[in-house]
Structure formats: C-alpha cells, structure tokens
C-alpha cells in the first residue's frame, strides 16, 4: 500500500508544481476524464506507461523514471549529472529481433554505476521471470560475446529458433545452454545450440514498475 501511495504522491507533486486541478491537469495530458488519476489516488492503479508519456510529454522538465519508479528527482538532470540510457518503448522478446531498425526518442537518466555499463533498456512483458522481473520490468542490457555468458546470470538471447529471456546455465553437453525460467512451476527449460545464438545481452539493472 506504501508504493501506491507513492505513485500518488508523484502524481500530486506535479500537479501542484503545474499549479493546476486535477480534472483540468487530466485534461491537459490528453485524458478523457479525471477519474483515471483518482483511480491512482484510490490505489487502484499504479502509474502505466501511457500516463507517464502523456504527462512528459506536456512537462519535458519532468523526470520520466522518477514519475515511474520514484528513483531519482523529479525533474530531468542535464546529461552531465547521470547517465542517459536509450529507452525503447517495446517488449524485449520482440524488440530485439528487430534492434537495428528501431529509433528511440526517449532516454532514461539514472545516477547509479551500472546504467553506464548497459547499451539501452526495454520492457519485459513476459511471464517466465516470476517475481524476479514481473511483467512490465524496464531492463537494463548490454550486447556481450557468447564467451562471457556467466552461468546462473540473466540473458536475453536471440537465436535461430527463439528469443527469450531466462536464467542461462550450463545444460552439461558440449555446445549447448540451457535456458532457465524464474517461474519453473510454468515454464520448461530450453535448451539450445551455442552455434545458433545471433545475439546475447546481458541484464545489467531492472527497474520494477509497481501497477
């Protein structure tokens, strides 16, 4: 109940700074009614990412990660003050396929070390994560050689068969992997071929939205 609070309060807050209602505020961000952000207020909704980008949108000044999350400030740092990660709007499973002709528009300010080791983040909306990452995750990701995959670490891999992102571990035959979900009670392993994997990248950092 803390963090839906929260989410309130970060929605208070720029109102206030805005120095509007709240019905002529949801209004201003494109919403059809006010009842969209009391059902925020009530608890009943965290803050989604169409509210987060409409708000943005009509406050660039306004910190999108901290109205998501609440790390950060409320306004957008300079890019000297933290690091900018590219953010791609999209799911990674199916975004990554299609990496090289994506543009993104929209860049994510964090403060801390492992942000500037990632090349950009996406949304997880899969289900094979459990809790470890539950849908609508942003995550942090850094394309890495297949040679320094670390057992027991998060992946998203690209293959010729799949892309997926689990837990990659040793399958304990020469030239293959073994794919692990978080959520094991409802998803099987995969294994696949190490000569079939296009692409590896790395979860540096994941950011869960509270919803």
């Not at 965290?46 to 980008?53: P, Q, Y």
């Not at 909306?125 to 040679?147: C, F, H, N, Q, Y």
């Not at 068969?161 to 692990?180: D, F, M, W, Y």
Request: net charge positive.
């Amino acid at each position: 109940m803390r963090e839906k609070e929260n989410n309130w309060q970060r929605i208070e807050a720029v109102i206030k700074w805005a120095n509007m209602s709240t019905n002529y505020f949801a209004r201003y961000i494109g919403l059809a009614r006010g009842e969209n952000l009391y059902q925020i207020k009530r608890g009943n909704n965290g803050i989604s990412f169409d509210v987060a980008n409409r708000i943005v949108a009509k406050f660039p000044q306004i910190d999108k990660l901290w109205l998501l999350t609440g790390e950060g400030q409320m306004f957008a740092a300079p890019r000297e003050r933290g690091a900018q990660v590219p953010f791609y709007d999209v799911d990674v499973e199916q975004g990554l396929p299609r990496l090289e002709r994506l543009h993104s528009d929209e860049w994510l300010c964090f403060a801390f070390s492992r942000a500037v080791e990632c090349d950009f983040a996406m949304v997880y909306k899969g289900r094979a994560m459990g809790d470890s990452i539950p849908p609508g995750s942003i995550v942090l990701l850094k394309a890495v050689d297949r040679e320094s995959i670390i057992p027991g670490e998060e992946y998203a891999i690209v293959s010729r068969k799949i892309v997926t992102l689990r837990i990659v571990r040793s399958s304990g035959e020469a030239g293959k992997l073994r794919l692990t979900a978080a959520n094991r009670a409802n998803y099987d392993d995969i294994v696949v071929n190490i000569s079939d994997i296009d692409a590896v990248y790395k979860v540096k950092g994941k950011l869960i939205i509270n919803s």
